[in-house]
Structures are given as structure tokens and as C-alpha cells.
């Protein structure tokens, strides 16, 4: 379209319904404009059926809802991240249909048309229970964006058989999600059993010298298997956006 | 090999040519090289073909050049990373053929059979000219794995157009490796520009506040655009086995 | 006033009203006084219509209401910074006409001269809708000193088109400040962009590795466009004061 | 130029030498290099007659004279920072009119026509005399930048007379830029006795718990002065820039 | 019983009852799971008679209530550390003999059986009262796991007398856990005082530079007493699983 | 008495009533409690008439009730710090006669015996009003130690004649107290004015990258004034007691 | 000795040699030297037979050969830890029979008596290559402190059949010493397959964001495994201390 | 002087020979002017006979022996800190006289007149032989600014006896100067045993957790002793300066 346009432009130009001045002008008035248009429906292609995301912490129940209102009427699907308690059940009165996850503290409410699938199963592994809300966040914001999840809960390190348990689930993963706090040394295993792309959360549990995360952030990062990738400490939603970036574009 | 060991145990078994409490004992005195071994055929399976890698800081060129010949005796093909100078001058005396990149600080030895072709090429771009030693490791690092490899030089975002100009490039890229020092602020970017993988390298470039890469590692870390993962400060050798394992996984 | 003062008490000594031995008194009695003059002379000179500030945190609202009043009854202008909901009823109840902006947490009431006008507008700009209490907090400061500002929200540098979108509004104004959170990409990009001084105020968005706002700050002060200048984190106010000492001094 | 390259095109398109189609390929082949062009002019606008910069860190003196000689040949002036005595030498040897200042550890060549001059003078005031190197930068910058500078040197707090009696040095500034290592005390008692818009320079200067330079960092971060900047760690370049971009903005 | 699972199967081979085929991919498809057996086994031999631990904090009252009762349904004791008052009554109402200590912040119920004895008594030692919660969680866990405590409390080095007055409690002692926080001094100078294992706990008594506890880890980890460990910040828990290390292989 | 109890004994041995194998087991049977009786007496020699002090926090009001009463039916003196408005009530209960002060968050009670005096004045100066808390802290001890206190409030260095106003008094004290948050800079301005001892208080006033007190922690171990000491970030107690050990050493 | 001399005072008060108050006085002059008597002593029964321990690091050849000359003249061992080649080869010209461990930078002097035997194996296992250097100075000490050493060398977690392939060796051992860099990984899986005290060492080994050894050790004080304790980093010293003195416990 | 300056002015005034005007502008023309004077001659009393101090580190020799050369010139004292070798021969071919200190690293030269004595002596006590540099430091500054000096060396708390056998020397000391790396325990347990003030060094002495001696610097500013401060890392010189002025106001 934008080719269309410059197109009409040079026409005009050719055929001297305008002049070498003004046609100038408006290329040098517009680069912004139409590099935004550009991008801007770059993409809308890479997001045709994705939800839109609102990220709610420190957003109202009111302002949360106006924005959802505002994207539901374009029949777009809606994924709302670290929502309140009370902001979810404003939703909720709006739209009766929309998914809370208490624990993920996530709401989802599905779009008009189903998100693109992506190609292969996601595994989100967890090495204890209280990194659960982190793994709900990744496995709710992996399905809205039309991914397969398979979730392996509460198998850390210091108990090894548990994680080896589950190794046929872990290789036949297309992208694994490691989500572990204190030691942060699940991904390191981990990245040694399978050679799919693991990407590791550091999660905020643990107290003292874990410093709200730093302690396994610092270790993940420090993997001894080569190639693990890290996101932010608690990031289930970043960690989940990268899985779908991968399996999407698997799917190209 | 160990498959057919143990079978061949269990044939004498069968046949009577070894006695259960034998067998038993032969088992229970490698009951972890027989896990060994599965996790050594899986190993195998993932790296067939894939150079075996050293890190080479630490290590002096006598035992950099000893693990060498072994791992070149079985035909294998060779990567050392952070390597020294002298350390490559000592290979390159036993190993003619070798390739000493300086500013990747790399030695790379072909193996007998050619690595597994991955899927895609991978974009590797970084912010400033110094950042290039970490680039050209990735790049050594992926082309060793079997990856088409672009490279996008010096487009910082202080000269935003120069990172916009190279938009097609990146936009056809399967993987984006991006490496920035000083205020990590390109992945962001790069990130909002494309759909694919996007994996950030911070570096050590940078002075006073830039605390040897950690500023750098922070914005990482928190990059406005979701779904891109980081590895450790200056570790453009993780980057490029990161993308490796999604190309290679795009592959299969 | 002072300076009135020591006249008179040089008058005296001048017509014999006062020897020399008590003249000397007075001013040994006082001499820090006389310095305090002189530099309240030129506070005052830098002052001239500028209201009074006071910092609200931890502050109770009786004791914001008692030093308001004493202001307000010399005719200055009053402007309370990081004020609670509860005393800015307070003051209100007192000053009917003051100004409470409950998103920059702040309290303005006019004094009886405007404050003197800067020299051009200042643009205010915030890579997303969470740094909106920072850009508030800046954008009463710089109203309440006399200064033009535009405003320019939620244009981080994930969606690149954004901010390339508004750069006429960035290339005209005197001074940009820059807000941001989480990586503190957008003043390296507008540094890129303008010519003009840019202010960059790193904000406490975000979570995990942010560290409360610790990782803009890094970024900011490795801004990879030279001649970006940083301030506190949330620091809305210290960088409208810095604007003002900029566009002040080119009016005069 | 770039504008003329359009400016061409258009007119072949306009007498018909050019179809509309083979310009539109012309204009979609570079559309990156016609936002570069935008960018490149407005750059140049602010740099017409500005040198070129050179961070001499990390790059070998074969580079540095490379890239030097590339600039030269069109006529503009180049400023080298951080530059070793050894490149400083390559660089004499190629331009004998090139100025080596080794305790700001620059070098500077003039170009064919001077830079604008800046509005007003910039007062460059140390706390000690070891923090004389990033002084020295900063000066050397300003000058290469069309900035008259005025030197205040080791006016620390401990002394506090010392700053005092340069009150009117200070007062008359256009910009001051305050630099300090260990307790970073100076930019608040300047802040408070000038008007002007005050830049504060951390230095490393200083052992232990100065923490190169991050004790100072902190407080002029946490200046009890209102409205005081700050820059990275020795970056007395930078200060220089944002300095510069103040006196340019007031000079138009 | 592992061992007796792979006779039978090697039996079946070496009877005909079942082919190689077949036993090898018996062998090939559970290593994992045969290894987690082995190590439940040997974990069970560890653990006879040793209660189930339950870290209590962020877990609710039911799920605490929960997990106790599927434990205690198999007549096996249990210790819960960091519990709630509210989770507290919650678990006396089900089990009305389980022991609740507010200091310690646990909940002790008895199994079946008695723990294992451990051999010789574990001295906890603190510096200041504040440290009781800590030391209380030591005590009860030590108790928990079939250990004689002796408890010395409020000895800080300040008043050196008062832990020379208790050097014959600390020499007669198997293990010494030394609690401290603020300037974590104490087990240096136990250190020095005892031949025995000496396991310092820092805690987060104190405020400003004592940083959460960061203070008195530093300085144990630096002990100036050979041979001091240290555990997490307030971590009695871990502190007495370590003694308990100690005295158990002892008795062993 | 102690003393007294190895006269009696030596007694024994010198008429006989004693034998030397006896005498020589009970001397070494307390060796601790012998030097413990040595300490405590210099101890005593030190507290002779100095008020008991009770760091408040962390306990409850019951618990302080039961130490203050313990320390009064002696008829020493005693003070409180960091007393929650609940246990001062409970106190007060007990005591009518008890100073509470609220901005301290001080008790104290004073002793049958006035604690000894100390000579010379200590000037406790503050750098801003929310410094408050910790200078009132700093009074109240000192009084309760017996040392004459001059006030002198918020003459922070961004005002430097508020400061230099007050000479005379700073330089008429024994020692001075310096207590400033953010940056920290007053004890450089003050120890370069004064020859007396400078004891310097960090606050945790401030935000973002004051870090609670890190940032005037750090300026102030880095004074550029030779010769300032510095005590824990907000410990107003902890200063005074080392200005008492001065003032009292003086007095000696 | 001393307590002979305290025998012969009391001796002498007994026969009328010495009056009660100059026994006293003499008593009282000395508490210290008494104390100091029992310390020593202690220390002696400790000692008994073990070597006396030399840090190296920041001491010149010529201090350590001195010291070394004065301790092998009582005929005592001698164990010099962190020493330089230099130093190495001084000791070597002096003492011909010293053992110069060049990887764990130890020189070795055994004593006219040999160490008394601790009870049990130590297992000292390392992550990594590149551990060596702490492994075997842990090694070297536990052989001087009279320990049976096992080695298990290069087993980190990326390849868990590697470790799980040394179980039965680590289950043999009375203590077990893991010596990881990096990710710190190791501790937590030895931890889950021992019962024995686990003590772990981090390691400098690693770039970026290990930050000299702060990543495992953080990592290892938050060990998902209870019951781990930790040393500083590069500790091997310090952990060979600790895990003999639980040997040297069990043996008593 | 400054008083007879203003008398004469305002006498010039009484008797007609200035007028009223002209003796404003006098007045506020030199505030600072006679500030400055009142201050340096302050300083001065404060100075007399004290040796001027050059902070060494970063100065080349030909810089130190230029100041020292124009010290000495007005018959002045002189101490150089942290003095390279090559610096101190640089000296001592100028001034034979002069006293180099090569483990302190300074260089003094007496002043024509002694310093003033301080009051009482000061102790200068240090935890290991390793902080022999930093007690040296200080020491040579005691002596320098005239005060006598008793040195306790290697008396750290882990061998409790061996401090204790100096408490009588600790006793009698003025001020204790208290020096130690690593744990920074040696403060706590000195300043429970004297009443004087302590003031204490940490210094950079230890690895890996010590942070150069972040470790100890914390220890000591969370002291359990109450009343102990602080100076910087390896600041033996600013302690000396500390204890300096302490002595010397008991002197006054």
C-alpha cells in the first residue's frame, strides 16, 4: 500500500499533475509517517490473531477495563498480566466469558479468530511448587498465543531422579522453559538433556542471599550448558513470548 | 556401542555362557555408565558431526594442543574459544589447516564430516565497532555449528537510521543475534522490528557505570520488547549455540 | 531588605547616630547574616517569582499546612512535591485555589507575580504510560517555573515508529526530557534524533532486574548519544528545575 | 546531496528520462538510505563545521590513523579521546599540525572551516588535582566544539573559602560543569550558589569504599541541590557535549 | 529390590522367558525411572523415621493442612518452618497434639516411629536475643531430627567475657552452630575457642549498612577461624540439616 | 567481690584451710568467670552511673516492661531506642516519670545517680529537617550520658551560608556531630572548618539512588576532609555514645 | 607450664613464702597470660601433630622462609598455602624434602610426628577443569591434616550421567567437598545424593556476570539441597579445615 | 585582623572619609574574600607546625618533588601517603634528611618547628600481619602530627587470648586505632574492653567474599560494640588524622 502510495506519488509527478518541489516535500514530510505506517502493519502481520497484551500492574480496574473495552470491540483477543484480584472480577462483570488464572494472575479472553498455532509442544518445567504463579504465567500467555504446553512441576535438582523421570517429555519438546528460584541449577541439567532451545526464568522464591531472585539469575546466566538463554527474574510472560517466537517462526 | 555391549551381556546371558549373578554384577558395576551411555548416544545424536568446543582461557597452549590431538585423532572437528595467541600459534604448528580467528580469539578445526546444516541464516548485529570481538565468536561459533551467518556492523541507536536501514536484512533473518555494550539498548529496538528470535549479548565495552557489562546486562534483561532472552556478558559463544539449537531444531 | 539594613546602620555611623564600636558589634554580631544576605540577595534574584518548594514526603500534613501559610502570607508562590492524598485536602481546605494533581502527587497554588517566562518549550517524554507520575511531576514543576511544555507519551523504543512519529515536535523544543523505565533505551535514540540538551530521568518501572529503576540508570549514564545528562531515579522534579536553569538562562 | 539525488530522480521522472517504475524500484531500493539522508542532513546541520569524535579506546593506533585520514581527506576536524601516547604518536607523524594534549589524553585537529561558536562560557571546576585528566577533556572537547572554557582547579569543599572565592567566575557562566571524585560534594554547594545549568562529572579518583567513582556518582545522583545533571563516571566528554548542546541552542 | 527386579529379569533371559530384544529395551526404558527408585530407596534410608519438612511460607493453611495430613496418613512425623500463626491453629485443630513454637515460627508433629539419634549434643550459640527466632528455628529442627540441644544465648563479642564464661559448654559440644547478625563476629572467636564443626548462621538483625544480613555473611564467610561454613541468611533450618549431617554420620 | 572471693581463697591456702591441689582445681575451674569478674568490673568502672540501653526493635512492649523493671529496682538509669508509640505507652504506665520523646522514639528513664559528665559541648548539626529523627536520637543519648548538647538544624550545603553562619558554635564544640542523607556532602564542608573530631551520620532520607542511605554512606567514607569518621547509615545512638567516649575520655 | 607457675604461687602463699596480697596482686596482673595458658594449650591438644598453616599471598619469599625456619626448628610441619613460584623454589633451597604442589600453589613440610588420622574419606569433587587449582589445595591440606583424600574431577551438572556415574564413591565418603564455578550447580545435586556433610566451594572460575565466584556462591548459600554450608569463594583451604575437623571429631 | 579591617572601614565611614555607598560596596564585595581569609588563617591556628600532606598515588615524582620543594621552602613539615619507590628516591636526593617508610609507603620531612603534642597515646592495633601496611600508614601519620604511638600487632580475634593479653596496654591508650581485613571482628571485641574511643580500619586484606574489603567495612559499621566509627578502606592515615584530632582537643 505504502508502495501504492509513493507509486501514485511518482505518477503524479510524471504525468505533471505535481510539480518536482512539493513531490520532494512530501517524501521528506512523510519518512516517519510512512515508516511508522510500515511497521505498523509489519506488525499487524506478525500479531493477525494474536491478543494484545496489557501488562496491569499499577493500572486501575477502571483504566484496565476502558483498554480491554477499546480492544474488544475490534473483536481482538486480550491478555491481561499480573492483574489484581479485584481488577479481575471488573472484567469479569463486562466480560462473563473471559478466563481468570488466579494463581498465573492472568486474564484471557480470546479473540474473534483463533491465534496462528505454533509448530510443537512448549515444556514449562518448574523445580518447586512456589514457582508455580511464574509457570502459570508462561502457560497461559504460551496458549493465548496458539501453543501446545506441556507443564513438569516441582522436579529440582536436589532430588535428580525426578527431573531424569521426565526426560521423554523434555526431548520431545520443541522449546523447554526452565523456571526455578534459590540455586537457579535446573537449567543447567536441563540444557545437558535435551538439545532443543531452553530458555530459564529466575523466579523471585527463596529469601536471605537469593536477594528476590538475584542468586539464580546470576546462575543462569552462568549456565554450564551451553546455549541456555535467560529472561528477567518472574518473567513467565517474557519467557513464553520467546518460546512463541520460536515456535512460530518454526512454523514459517 | 554400550547398546551392543549390553546386549552382547545379555546374549551370554541367553545362551548360558554368563550366569545371572554375573550379569547382574557386570550391570550393577556400571549401572551409571550404562546411563552414561544413554545420555553419551543422545549426546552423540546432537552432536554428530558438531566440533567438540574448549574454553580456552585458563588453559595452557601444552594442554590446549594435547586435548586437541585427541579430539582430532577420531576425525572429530575442533572449536577452542577465548583462545591465547601463543595458544593458537602452538595448534596451528600440529594442525596446518586450522583457523585462528584474533578477534573472535577462536581456533577452528574442520572434522571429516561437515556439521548438520541449520535452518535459516543467522543475523548477528552489533551497536559499535567494539563490540566485535564477541560478534565475530558467535559468528566463528555458528558457522562451526553449520549456520549461515549475516553480519550487520556498527548500527547503534544513536543513529537510529542506520539500524532501520538494515531492516530487510534482519527481517529475513531465522535467528537475531544482537551485541551491544554501554547502554544495551539495541535489542529493544531490533526487537520491536522483527518476529523472529531475538537473542541479546551484552559486553564489557563501556567505562565507569557500565560496570564491565552489567548496565548493558540490566536493560537486557528489561527490554521493552517482549520475548527477547540474554546470555552472559561477552558470551557471544552461548549466543551462537543458542541460535544454533533453534535452527537446528527448525531443522528437524 | 538586608542590604537596606546595612545601609542604615552605615547611615548611622556616617552621621555620628552610631559609633564606630557598636557598628562594629552589629556587624560582628551578624556577620554570617550579612553573608546569608548576600546570598539570599541572589536567591532571591534567581527566585523572583519562582514559588517555594517543599519536598512532602514524610512530611505531616500539619506541618505542610503551617509552612504553606507562612509562604503564602509573603505572596509566594508554593509548589508541594510528593504530597499524600491527605494533605493535599488539607491544603486545599486552607487555599481553595490550589492546584492538586493527584497523578504528579502534587500541590501548586500561584503567587501573586507569575513566575519569570523561560526561553522556548520543553517537551516531555515518556517511553510508557507507567512513567506517567515522573512526567507529571515534571510537567507541573516546569509550569509552575514559568516554562511551555508539550507532552509526549507512551512512544518506547519496542515500536521504533513511535517516537520517529513525533520528531518534529523533539527537533523544535529547547529542551527534551526523556523518561523512562525498564532497559532506559528512548534518550539514546531522542539523543540521537535532537541537537537540544536532553534530560533523562530513569523511573522505578518495572520489576526483577530493574531493581527499582537501578537498570535505566546505568543505561542513561551509558547513553551511547553523547551529551545525554541523567538525574535521580523518579526524579521528575529534579529535571524540570534542570530544564528551567537551561531555558532561564537563555532568556536572559 | 542526498536531497539532490531525490531531487534528480524526481526530475528525470518529471521530463520522462525515468519511468515510473524503475524510480520507484531507484527510491524502494533505498528507502533506509533516504531516512539515512533525512538523519544525515539533520545531522550534519548540527555538525556543520563540528569535528568528527574518535574514541580512542580499545582501537589500535593503525585504526585510529586510518579512520583519521578518511576524515581529513574531506576537509572536517577530528577529536580523538582516550588515545594512547603510542597512537598519539602515529598521529603526529601523519598531520604534524594535530594538538596532543596528554593529560586529557586527546588529540585534535582543526578543520577547513571553525566550528559555531557556542553562547556564553562554560566554567570547568575540579575538586582536586587529580581529577585534572577528565578537566582536561572536557575542556579540550568544549574548545574543539566552538566553546569558550574557563578552568576553576581544586576548589574541593574541605576548603570551602576555596569555591567561595570564585563566586563570580561561577556566577557569570553560561554553563558549569563541576567535576569530583570521593565524596562528590562540590556540585551541591556550586548548585546552590549559581543559577546556571550545573553538569556534575564523577571521577574514579579516590580507593576503597569510593568504589571508582561510584561513591561520587551517588551523590551528585542525590544532590541537595535542585536541578543538577550528572554524566558517567570520567566522562568528561560527555559533560563537554551536553554542555555544547546548551550554548548551541542558545546561540540560535 | 531394584537389584532383585534386574535378577528377575536377567533369570527371565537366562530361562528363555524372555528375549534380548526385549530385555534390553526393558533396561533402555527405565534407567530413569529404576534411578529414581534407587534413589527414593537410599533417600528413604536417610530419611526412616526423619519427619517430612514443609517449607511453610507462601503456601496457604489449607495446602499446609493438606500436605500434613497426606504425611501423617502414612504415620510419618513432620516439621513445618516458617509457618503463619494462622496456619498454626489451622494445623492444632487437625492434630491436636502437634507441637506449635511462635519463636521459631514451626510446627512439629511426632511420627510413628522416633527419629534416629545423633551422636554427642549440638550447641546453638547466639549474639543477641534478636537472633532467638533463628535460633529457636535450629533448635527445633535439631530436636526434630533426633538431636540434643544445648542452647547459649546473648554471648556477643562485645562483652567477650560472656562466651569465655560458656567455653566448657561449646568444648563438649559435637557441632557448634554460631547465630549472629550485625557484625557477625561470634564464630570467629568460637571458631577459635573449639576443635569441633563450627556452622555460622548470619542473620538479618540490624538495619542501614547491615543490609538484610549481608553484613555478618560477609564476615563469616571471611571468618579469620579456619574452617567456619556458613549457611543462608536466618537459615536455622539448614544450619541444623548440616549438624545433623554431622552427627548422624558420626553415629553412623 | 570477686576479687574478694580469690582473697578469701588464697586465704584458705595461706592458714591451711586449704590445700594447694585444691586451690590450684578451683582457680582453674573458673578461669572465664574470673575474667568475666575483671570485665564486668571495668565494666562497671565504665557504667558507673550510665544508664542500662535497650535497642527496641524487635521487641515487644511486654518484654521491654520486664527489662526496664529488672534495671530500675537497681535504681540504674535507663533508655530506650527505636521504641515503638505502643511499648512508651506501657512504659509510661510503669513509670510516670519517664521522658518519651516521639521524633527520638526514645525512653529514658534517669538513674538514682546522675551519669557522669562529660566535657565539653557536642554539637549535633543536620543537614535537613528529615534528618531530624536521628540527630533527636543523637541528643537524647548524649544527654542521657551526660554530655551538654547544642542543636544546630538544617543547614544542608546547597544553602552554604546556613552553614557557615553557624562557625562560631561548630567551632566552640568538643566534637560535632554530622548527620545528612542524600548526599551526603555536610561533613566535608563541616570538617574542613572545625579541628575538633567530626563524627558523621548517614540518613536513609532520600530515594532511588540514595538506596536508603548507601549514597551519603559512601560520600562521607570518602570525605575530602582528612580525618571525619563515620558511623552505621540512620545510627543518631551509635555517634553519641562515640562522642561520650570522647567527651568522657576528655574528662579523665 | 602455667599451670605449674600458678602451683608454685599458691605453694608459696602455702608455706608463708608469699603474703595473700601480692599473691593476689599477682593473680590479678596476669588473667590474660592465664587465659592465654588455657588457649594455647586447647590449641596445643588441637595442634597435637598437625602442621602450622602459612598464607602466602603478600608475603615476601625472604618472611615466608624465615617463619618456615622458626617453626621446622621445633621440629613442627608446615603447610604454606596461596605461595608464589618464588617462594616455592626459596623453601625448596632451604628445605630439600618439601613437596611444592605448582597446581594448588602449596608447599608441604610434614612434621617429626605424622597428623593424627582423621575417620573416613573426604571426597573432594569438582565441576570443572578449571577448578583444579582449589580442589587440589583442599586436597593437599586434608593429606597434611591427616585425611584420606578421593578425587572426582570434571562431573558438573550439564552432563548429570557424570556425576550420577561417581554415586557409589560418593556415598563411601564421611564428607564430601564440592568445588563448582560458574552456575554453582553441583552442591545441590551431591546434596540430594549423599547423606553425609556436604561442604561447597565456589570458584572464580567463569567471566561477565559470575563476577569472581559471586554467582556460585550465592547459588550455593540458596542450595535446593539442605543442609549444604559454603565457604569463600576459592576457599579449598577453608573447606579441607572444615570437613577435618568433622573428621577429626568422629575419630575422637 | 579581619575585625581591624572592618573597624577601619567603618571609622573611615564615622569620620567622612568614606561615604556610605562606597562602604556598602566594599562590604559586599569581599564576603567571601574575607571569608576566605578567616578561614585559611583558622586554618593556619589549626596548622601550626603540622606537616602539609600530599596524597601520593597518581602524582609522578617530578610533581611531589616540586610541591614538596616549595614546602619546604617556608621551613614547613611535610608528609607524603601511598608513595611509590621510585617517588621516595626522587625525595631523598633532594632532602637527605628525609624519612622514607617503605611498608608504609611515606615519606616524612620534619618542619622547622616540632608539631604540637597531642594528649595521651594512641594504640594502633591490627587483626594480621597483612595489615601491617595500613597500621604502618598510620602510625608514621601519628607520629607526624605529634602524638606517641604504641603498636599491638597480629593479635586478631580468632586466637581470642592474644588480644586479651594486651588489655592493659588497650586500657591505657587515648584513642585505639583498631586495623582488620577480612571479618572485621577485632573492633567489636576491643570496643567491649575499653572505654576510650575506638576507631576502626577496615582494610582490603582477604579474597573472593572479602571484596577488597567490602566485608570487613560492613562488619565494622554494624559493630556490636556501640560507639565504634569508621573510616575508608586502608585508610590508616585518615584514622591517624581522626585520632589526631582528638588528642589534640584534650590538649586544648
Known amino acids: 500500500m505504502k508502495r501504492e502510495h509513493v507509486r501514485d506519488l511518482l505518477q503524479q509527478v510524471a504525468n505533471g499533475a505535481l510539480d518536482v518541489g512539493n513531490a520532494l516535500d512530501a517524501l521528506a514530510f512523510e519518512p516517519a509517517e510512512s515508516l511508522a505506517f510500515a511497521t505498523i502493519d509489519h506488525h499487524r502481520a506478525l500479531r ?10 499499577g493500572k486501575t480496574p477502571e483504566q484496565i477495563c476502558a483498554i480491554a473495552e477499546r480492544i474488544a470491540a475490534h473483536g481482538d483477543g486480550l491478555l491481561v498480566t499480573r492483574i489484581s484480584a479485584e481488577a479481575g472480577e471488573s472484567l469479569r462483570a463486562t466480560f462473563p466469558d473471559i478466563e481468570i488464572n488466579t494463581v498465573a494472575r492472568t486474564a484471557h479472553l480470546a479473540g474473534q479468530q483463533p ?49 531424569l523421570a521426565r526426560r521423554d517429555e523434555l526431548a520431545s519438546a520443541a522449546v523447554v522453559i526452565v523456571i526455578a528460584g534459590m540455586d537457579g541449577a535446573l537449567p543447567s541439567v536441563v540444557g545437558g538433556l535435551v538439545s532443543a532451545p531452553v530458555i530459564a526464568v529466575p523466579t523471585s522464591v527463596g529469601y536471605g542471599a537469593a536477594f528476590q531472585g538475584v542468586a539464580p539469575l546470576l546462575a543462569m546466566l552462568n549456565s554450564c550448558a551451553a546455549g541456555v538463554t535467560v529472561v528477567n527474574i518472574d518473567n513467565g510472560f517474557g519467557a513464553a513470548v520467546a518460546a512463541s517466537r520460536i515456535t512460530h517462526s518454526r512454523a514459517s
Chains 1, 2, 3, 4, 5, 6, 7, 8 share one sequence.
Open 48 to 57: 493477525q490473531g494474536f491478543p494484545e497484551v496489557i501488562y496491569g500492574a
Open 115 to 163: 491465534p496462528p498455532a505454533g509448530s510443537g509442544t512448549v515444556a514449562v518445567i518448574t523445580a518447586g511448587t512456589s514457582d508455580l504463579p511464574v509457570a502459570e504465567e508462561a502457560a497461559v500467555t504460551l496458549t493465548a498465543l496458539g501453543n501446545c504446553v506441556v507443564r513438569i512441576t516441582d522436579v529440582g535438582v536436589a532430588g535428580i531422579h525426578r527431573v
